[in-house]
Every structure is written in structure tokens, then in C-alpha cells.
């Protein structure tokens, strides 16, 4: 008993209240599209201009009969009402549309993980989560310092393990010294 009595006050134990890390979903309707989402079109009644469609390197969707719509920096919302608006130029009457995103673009980590390179993004990430589907960090990592660079911005962020991801974005683990 009194070893473990010397023990507390030599390592002293201290009681941290843990609160779960919550990660922020994505919400699709105020997303804002980007080059390599993959999309699910869908037009009510017309099976032959539904289907799958990925954001080229242009921007853009290319849809049957009506050809590139742009998608890029758009909302889903706006994306199909711009598809509708195309799709009702004397092609259909009063077309409905309902688009998805199927595959969010990736995510890139850098820098001091064991595995850097691309990711498939998943809704609901964090920084913690980037890091552990990169193999973790290497021995040289400063876990205190990483940086985060958003699509569209030009500058990068200093962040926490708890920070959530979007689609595209850059993560640069920085190495520490001595």
C-alpha cells in the first residue's frame, strides 16, 4: 500500500475531463463544388440524361444534350438550378433535377507523416483522422505544428489535431528541431 502511496507523489496523477472531438459534417447544400467531385445527376422521368458525372479539370459538368455546365464553386442548389434553367431551352418541359455529391475530391498531407499523398475524403474528417490514414506521424514530426491550406485561400492555418477537413484541403505536418 505504501509504495503506491510513494509512487502518487513521485507521479502524480491528475484527472483531465475528456470531452469527445465532434467533427463537423458537411452539409451538401451550402458545399461549395470543386474539380473532382463526382456527382449523381438525376432528371425526374429522363433515364437517359441521369447518371454519374465528375468535375473536369475545366470546371465543368458535361451532361447529355445541354453540354458543360459549370459546377465549380457553385452550390449542389445552384448546380441544378442552372441545370434545369439549360435543360428547359427547348429540350424538356418543366424539368426537375436533384444532384448528389458521390465522391468528395480528395485531401493532400505533407510533410512529416509516414505515408504522404492523396486521400479520399470522408465526410466528418479531422486533421487526427488525415494523419492516421497517412501512417501516422514519423519520429521528426512537431505534432504542434500543422499547417492547414484551404482551396481559395492564400494563407495557411496553424491547427489542432480536432480541426475538421473539407474536400481539397492541404495539410503540412512540419518537422521539429532540436
Known sequence: MWKYVALLLVFPVFLVSVTPIQAQNLDNRVYSLGVGDRLRVIVFGEDNLSGEFEIGSQGSINLPLIGDVLAEGG????????????????????????????????????????????????????????????????????????????????????????????????????????
Not at 486521400?119 to 499547417?147: C, H, K, P, S, W
Open 75 to 178: 452550390t449542389i442548389d445552384e448546380l441544378e438550378d442552372r441545370v434545369e434553367a439549360r435543360l428547359a431551352e427547348g429540350y424538356l418541359i418543366n424539368p426537375r433535377v436533384s444532384i448528389e455529391v458521390m465522391n468528395y475530391r480528395p485531401f493532400y498531407i505533407l510533410g512529416e507523416v509516414n505515408v504522404p499523398g492523396s486521400y479520399t475524403y470522408v465526410n466528418g474528417m479531422t486533421v487526427l483522422n488525415a494523419v492516421a490514414m497517412a501512417g501516422g506521424f514519423t519520429y521528426r514530426a512537431d505534432e504542434d505544428d500543422i499547417q492547414l491550406s484551404r482551396p481559395g485561400s492564400e494563407t495557411a492555418l496553424e491547427v489542432r489535431l480536432d480541426t475538421p477537413l473539407l474536400p481539397g484541403d492541404i495539410i503540412r505536418v512540419e518537422e521539429r528541431f532540436f
